[in-house]
């Protein structure tokens, strides 16, 4: 079955530690997505890849970082750098500019 | 700035009745609308989209209008079922196919 996974599902980060999230999809999409999900708010985007080898940054990319090797991962790094990195992380992918398809998420905690 | 308002307070509805949510956009010119379910800890799923010129659309007991006077869009679910019980999101897409979701309401449907 065609879909986007995600993983880890629940990961624990120690202050200072960068992590790597990560997305991988058979779907044959060509863009990707990345979206941070705090309670009570909407999804906001972090980073987004329209094809392999390049990236922009969405609206809160501070104290992250992708990188698109292949067409089928975008992996995100949460570094040290981002100081509230606690959230609910969503992959997404996309043939056209509507109707994502989402992953189930990862859910990051500082401890 | 662009905001999108949906009710924050969820909405409790018996099985069987209408359920109606609104989302509310400012300083937005979407060229369409899209609307997505999501489950506790897991991705949002695409529902429907609605066109700037379509004022209503219909898919199985959902259905969505759209006002661009009122710049308002309604989402409705008929016949309600507690399966519907979820978290409905709206995202207004301008022509670029750039768009920001809303936060949300939660829908609670007890039999």
């Known amino acids: 079955d065609g879909g986007i996974t995600q993983s880890p599902k629940y990961l624990f980060r120690k202050e200072g530690q960068n992590v790597t999230l990560s997305c991988e999809q058979n779907?044959?999409?060509?863009?990707m997505y990345w979206y941070r999900q705090d309670p009570g708010q909407g999804l906001r985007l972090i980073y987004y890849?329209?094809?392999?080898?390049?990236?922009q940054k969405g609206d809160i990319a501070e104290g992250y970082s992708v990188s698109r090797e292949k067409k089928e991962s975008f992996p995100l790094t949460v570094t040290s750098a981002q100081k509230n990195p606690t959230a609910f992380y969503l992959c997404?992918?996309?043939?056209?500019?509507?109707?994502?398809?989402f992953g189930s998420g990862t859910r990051l905690t500082v401890v | 700035s662009q905001k999108i308002e949906q009710n924050s307070e969820a909405l409790n509805i018996q099985e069987g009745k209408t359920a109606t949510l609104t989302c509310n956009y400012t300083n937005y010119s979407p060229a369409y609308l899209q609307w997505y379910r999501q489950d506790p800890g897991r991705g949002p799923v695409f529902l429907l989209l609605i066109r700037e010129n379509e004022k209503e659309k219909r898919k199985e007991r959902l259905k969505v209008t759209f006002d661009t006077t009122l710049k308002q869009s309604l989402f409705h679910i008929t016949a309600s079922q507690p399966a519907d019980s979820a978290t409905y999101l709206c995202?207004?897409?301008?022509?670029?196919?750039?768009?920001?979701f809303g936060a949300g309401t939660q829908v609670v449907v007890t039999p």
């Open positions: 997404a992918s996309s043939r056209q500019s509507y109707g994502y398809t």
């Open positions: 995202a207004p897409t301008d022509s670029w196919g750039k768009f920001q």
């Open positions: 890849s329209q094809i392999v080898n390049d990236f």
């Open positions: 779907l044959n999409h060509d863009a």
